[in-house]
Antibody, heavy 114, light 111 residues
Framework: EVQLVQSGAEVKKSGTTLKISCKAS????????MHWVQQAPGKGLQWMGL????????VYAEKFQGRVAITADTSTDTSYMELSTLGFEDTAIYYC???????WGQGTLVAVSS | DIVLTQTPLSSPVTLGQPASISCRSS???????????LSWLQQRPGQPPRLLIY???NRFSGVPDRFSGSGAVTDFTLKISRVEAEDVGVYYC????????FGGGTRVEIK
């Protein structure tokens, strides 16, 4: 059974950096891209970027370019999403998803405060 | 970027009646590999999204057959043949032909 288990909820100060993890199991980690998606409260889904775990190549959405970094550790089958210079607008649930978009993590709630 | 426009924004439906959601793309979603990477997701309240349909019309494992997808090139439709209470939520179309984008979502609610 494919599972994506994300790290727990976070409260961050504005201007700081967020790092969330997503541990994959039940499939060969390097076989599928890992995507990250942002969902602000009461809003729709916003694609942030992806990584090819096989070679580490990334593609980022223009909206997050320069602030986001997605990595993958093939020794632990874990992907990470780092978002810097947090603002209040980054308060959201963040999801990892793979299999284009077949499998989803449970989501990580992030609140940004002053 | 490819823009996906969903209509309607909200769909109040009587239990047992059909519902239909449209997704229109700003560009052709036919990929060079011959597939059209258009999927439909369901997001129940408080839950992560769940895949219903992939490549226009293929139901994912475990998805009830009251859900069906159709369309081609730039115009796509998700149909629920008979809405049940558990179908309440927001439905999104999404494309992975060129990068990834999502439609704005359609809320399905019971009248």
């Amino acid at each position: 059974e494919v599972q994506l288990v994300q790290s727990g909820a976070e409260v961050k100060k504005s201007g700081t950096t967020l790092k969330i993890s997503c541990k994959a199991s039940g499939y060969t980690f390097i076989d599928y891209y890992m995507h990250w998606v942002q969902q602000a409260p009461g809003k729709g889904l916003q694609w942030m970027g992806l990584i090819d775990p096989e070679n580490g190549e990334t593609v980022y959405a223009e909206k997050f370019q320069g602030r986001v970094a997605i990595t993958a550790d093939t020794s632990t089958d874990t992907s990470y999403m780092e978002l810097s210079t947090l603002g209040f607008e980054d308060t959201a649930i963040y999801y990892c998803t793979t299999g284009g978009p077949t499998y989803w993590g449970q989501g990580t709630l992030v609140a940004v405060s002053s | 970027d490819i823009v996906l426009t969903q209509t309607p924004l909200s769909s109040p439906v009587t239990l047992g009646q059909p519902a239909s959601i449209s997704c229109r793309s700003s560009q052709s979603l036919v990929h060079s590999d011959g597939n059209t990477h258009l999927s439909w997701l369901q997001q129940r309240p408080g839950q992560p999204p769940r895949l219903l349909i992939y490549n226009i019309s293929n139901r994912f494992s475990g998805v009830p057959d009251r859900f069906s997808g159709s369309g081609a090139v730039t115009d796509f439709t998700l149909k629920i043949s008979r809405v049940e209470a558990e179908d309440v939520g927001v439905y999104y179309c999404t494309q992975a032909t060129q990068s990834v984008t999502f439609g704005g979502g359609t809320r399905v609610e019971i009248k």
